[in-house]
């Protein structure tokens, strides 16, 4: 089997693992190649992309052959009778892994830009690289990975050496090739492009990894959102919507996109499934179900303290409608986690007894027009116990559709997010 390049062979291998698509799955590419397998494979799966950086260890008069390899986290492999065969004693041998875990570390610096390892203890993680030859830096990097507890290790390439593949079974929980080859000479046979990898497109392509399509596993439900990470964010805000149509909504994409501009991270996701979507609309019971959609949004708070895009964020919620209710009914639960609430046109007063326990600051806008809506803010406001401001949009109605009422409500969020967000403590998950 010829692969045309490492993104084809990414959409070839992604098929023979769909089963571990709703499991927390987190995909690693091993740098520098299987980065851009391992992208392919990740959109597949909705799951977050980080990358495990290996570094071969090669003979001195021949480095395309591995004597062993590096992995950050400590990881490495040594085929020592391999080193004496060569001609390679212990001192020249300490010399080659001194030289190749000063590249390793340059690499996790160029990589990673200060974040920190993904954290992967309990979860399902699906290690990919472009092919499989020996092996030395796969198992560098499955035993270096396997010491950081996760729930399951499936090790996975879309062409490998089939006796390579036998022995790395052991350091693996499960194995995925697309073509296992008898007498493999070597991985770029099988690709018609194989050219090296830049460090330039492995920083991009983990770049690009925090802005992604994902899958939330949530209240026993899978929840689809949109999560886009600007670099340097300082903040992020989690956009909540009562009917369910938060993540296709262009008020809230327009407001989305002028957090961004403001150096915010912004998730937009349904609380509802599209099959309740379509039941809400018929009904309009779930939309004022507040445990059923406050539960939700704490479970998604929480999955966003484990995921390494996100976890080092402080969190505020943006609410509409009885999506403003169900995001003072998390807040109310998750008080060391959310840092600052803003509602849009929406009913705190449906939240009830929960606004005394929100401690969260908390900005309320409302239409001057909505003259209802605001009287029922006004009394909410009153009873919520942490710091809260009332900002009236001047003549505006309940949808914020008058000539720049919507650029006044963005103005208004990214100042109160900006502020709240940008000094506030994290609480990091132990």
């Known amino acids: 089997?010829?692969?045309?390049?490492?993104?084809?062979?990414?959409?070839?291998?992604?098929?023979?693992?769909?089963?571990?698509?709703?499991?927390?799955?987190?995909?690693?590419?091993?740098?520098?190649?299987?980065?851009?397998?391992?992208?392919?494979?990740?959109?597949?799966?909705?799951?977050?992309?980080?990358?495990?950086?290996?570094?071969?260890?090669?003979?001195?008069?021949?480095?395309?052959?591995?004597?062993?390899?590096?992995?950050?986290g400590g990881g490495m492999y040594l085929d020592r009778a391999l080193a004496t065969a060569v001609g390679v004693n212990e001192v020249e041998l300490a010399a080659l892994i001194a030289r190749e875990q000063i590249e390793l570390d340059r690499r996790v610096r160029r990589y990673r830009r200060g974040r920190p390892p993904p954290r992967i203890q309990g979860r399902t993680v699906v290690v990919v690289d472009d092919g499989l030859a020996t092996g030395g830096t796969a198992r560098a990097a499955l035993r270096a990975i396997r010491a950081?507890?996760?729930?399951?290790?499936?090790?996975?390439?879309?062409?490998?050496?089939?006796?390579?593949?036998?022995?790395?079974?052991?350091?693996?929980?499960?194995?995925?090739?697309?073509?296992?080859?008898?007498?493999?000479?070597?991985?770029?046979?099988?690709?018609a492009s194989f050219d090296q990898t830049a460090d330039e497109e492995v920083s991009a392509r983990l770049v690009r990894a925090g802005d992604r399509a994902l899958i939330i596993r949530t209240g026993g439900v899978l929840l689809a959102g949109d999560l886009v990470v600007p670099e340097g964010a300082t903040g992020l805000v989690v956009f909540v919507h009562g009917s369910g149509s938060s993540r296709r909504s262009p008020r809230n994409q327009h407001v989305a996109a002028t957090l961004r501009e403001h150096g915010l991270a912004t998730l937009l996701f349904d609380l509802l499934t599209d099959e309740?979507?379509?039941?809400?609309?018929?009904?309009?019971?779930?939309?004022?179900?507040?445990?059923?959609?406050?539960s939700r949004l704490v479970g998604a708070t929480d999955w966003l303290r484990e995921e390494t895009a996100t976890r080092d964020l402080a969190?505020?919620?943006?609410?509409?409608?009885?999506?403003?209710?169900?995001?003072?009914?998390?807040?109310?639960?998750?008080?060391?986690?959310?840092?600052?609430?803003?509602?849009?046109?929406?009913?705190?007063?449906?939240?009830?007894?929960?606004?005394?326990?929100?401690?969260?600051?908390t900005l309320l806008i409302v239409g001057s027009l909505d003259r209802e809506?605001?009287?029922?803010?006004?009394?909410?406001?009153?009873?919520?116990?942490?710091?809260?401001?009332?900002?009236?949009?001047?003549?505006?109605?309940?949808?914020?559709?008058?000539?720049?009422?919507?650029?006044?409500?963005?103005?208004?969020?990214?100042?109160?997010?900006?502020?709240?967000?940008?000094?506030?403590?994290?609480?990091?998950?132990?």
């Not at 499936?154 to 052991?170: H, K, M, Q, W, Y």
């Not at 779930?286 to 406050?294: K, S």
């Not at 949009?393 to 997010?417: I, N, Q, Y």
């Open 1 to 72: 089997m010829m692969f045309t390049d490492r993104v084809d062979a990414g959409q070839r291998l992604a098929p023979l693992l769909l089963a571990y698509r709703n499991e927390r799955t987190i995909v690693l590419g091993l740098a520098r190649g299987g980065v851009i397998v391992a992208a392919e494979v990740a959109d597949a799966l909705a799951a977050p992309l980080d990358t495990w950086v290996v570094r071969k260890i090669g003979a001195p008069k021949q480095p395309e052959l591995g004597l062993g390899a590096l992995a950050e």
């Open 148 to 191: 950081q507890g996760p729930g399951r290790l499936v090790f996975a390439v879309p062409v490998g050496a089939a006796d390579s593949i036998e022995r790395l079974a052991r350091e693996a929980d499960a194995m995925v090739c697309v073509e296992s080859v008898a007498d493999l000479r070597a991985i770029g046979e099988h690709y």
């Open 276 to 294: 309740e979507g379509e039941q809400d609309a018929l009904t309009g019971e779930l939309r004022f179900d507040l445990g059923l959609l406050g």
């Open 315 to 361: 969190i505020g919620y943006f609410g509409a409608s009885t999506g403003a209710a169900a995001a003072l009914v998390a807040a109310a639960s998750r008080k060391d986690v959310v840092r600052a609430i803003v509602s849009r046109g929406g009913r705190p007063d449906l939240a009830g007894p929960y606004l005394a326990r929100v401690a969260a600051p």
């Open 373 to 430: 809506v605001l009287l029922l803010n006004r009394a909410a406001q009153a009873r919520l116990h942490g710091p809260t401001q009332l900002a009236v949009v001047r003549d505006a109605t309940h949808l914020f559709e008058e000539p720049g009422a919507l650029d006044e409500v963005a103005r208004l969020a990214s100042g109160w997010f900006t502020h709240h967000l940008a000094q506030a403590p994290i609480a990091r998950t132990p």
